[in-house]
C-alpha cells in the first residue's frame, strides 16, 4: 500500500515536498517513482529512483527542478517540487515495481491514491 501526501495550492515559483510511505511491500528493494496526471490526459511520467538511491530518472520538463529521494528505513519516498509552474497542476501518484528503474507506468505494480497538486499563476 502507498499512501501519498504533501499536495495543496501553491503560487507559481513556490515549492511543495510530496511524501509517499509505503507498507506491505519489501521498500528498500523496490524502484519507486512519481507520476502525474490532468483529467482527461495520459499519465506521465516524473521521477524515479532506485532501491539504493543510485539511479535515478528524471523527465525533462522537471529537471533541474524537482528531486526525488528516498528513506529505506521509514520506508518512505519524497519528491521535492520547486520553482513550480502552473503546467505542473496534476494529481500526483506514486508508485513501486522491482527489478530496474523504469518511466513507463505500465511497467509498475503498485500505485497509491494520488495527491493533487495546484499552481496558481
Request: charged fraction near 15%; proline fraction near 2%.
Amino acid at each position: 500500500q502507498l499512501q501519498a501526501s504533501g499536495g495543496g495550492l501553491v503560487q507559481a515559483g513556490g515549492s511543495l515536498r510530496l511524501s509517499c510511505a509505503a507498507s506491505g511491500l519489501t521498500f528498500s528493494s523496490a524502484t519507486m517513482g512519481w507520476f502525474r496526471q490532468v483529467p482527461g490526459k495520459e499519465r506521465d511520467f516524473v521521477a524515479a529512483i532506485g532501491w539504493s538511491g543510485g539511479t535515478i530518472y528524471y523527465a525533462d520538463s522537471v529537471k533541474g527542478r524537482f528531486t526525488i529521494s528516498r528513506d529505506n528505513a521509514k520506508n518512505t519516498v519524497y519528491l521535492q517540487m520547486n520553482s513550480l509552474k502552473p503546467e505542473d497542476t496534476a494529481v500526483y501518484y506514486c508508485a513501486a515495481k522491482y527489478y530496474g528503474v523504469a518511466n513507463d507506468g505500465d511497467l509498475y505494480r503498485y500505485w497509491g491514491q494520488g495527491t493533487q497538486v495546484t499552481v496558481s499563476s
